[in-house]
């Protein structure tokens, strides 16, 4: 059974950072890309970065240059630096898990699992 399961979510004041964690299993990490994508009160889920099997790295324009997504594959973990936050990042954060290696994976159909999310608070 694949359980993907966030953490490191809060409430931080703007200006500050926070670093969510994503720890996966049931599934052959290495052979996943992982994403991450965020959901503000009513509105859709929206993507906002995600690193491939092969360590490609994609990102939203509005994160660019403040958020950092990594994964460490001896540890089956996915995570997300997030500096400069701002009260527009508030949203719950969602982790996922895609077969797909192209900038597909933008795309949250491209996603197999999910996380349950942890909410991410940014206060101004």
């Known amino acids: 059974q694949v359980q993907l399961v966030e953490s490191g979510g809060g409430l931080v004041q703007a200006g500050g950072s926070l670093r969510l964690s994503c720890a996966a299993s049931?599934?052959?990490?290495?052979?996943?890309?992982m994403g991450w994508f965020r959901q503000a009160p009513g509105k859709g889920r929206e993507f906002v970065a995600a690193?491939?099997?092969?360590?490609?790295?994609y990102y939203r324009d509005s994160v660019k240059g403040r958020f950092t997504i990594s994964r460490d594959n001896a540890e089956n973990m996915a995570y997300l630096q997030m500096n400069s936050l701002k009260p527009e990042d508030t949203a719950v954060y969602y982790c996922?898990?895609?077969?797909?290696?192209?900038?597909?994976?933008?795309?949250?159909?491209?996603?197999?699992?999910w996380g349950q999310g942890t909410q991410v608070t940014v206060s101004s």
């Open positions: 996922g898990a895609s077969p797909v290696y192209t900038i597909l994976i933008r795309t949250s159909t491209s996603y197999d699992h």
């Open positions: 690193i491939s099997k092969n360590f490609g790295t």
């Open positions: 049931g599934l052959s990490f290495s052979s996943y890309g």
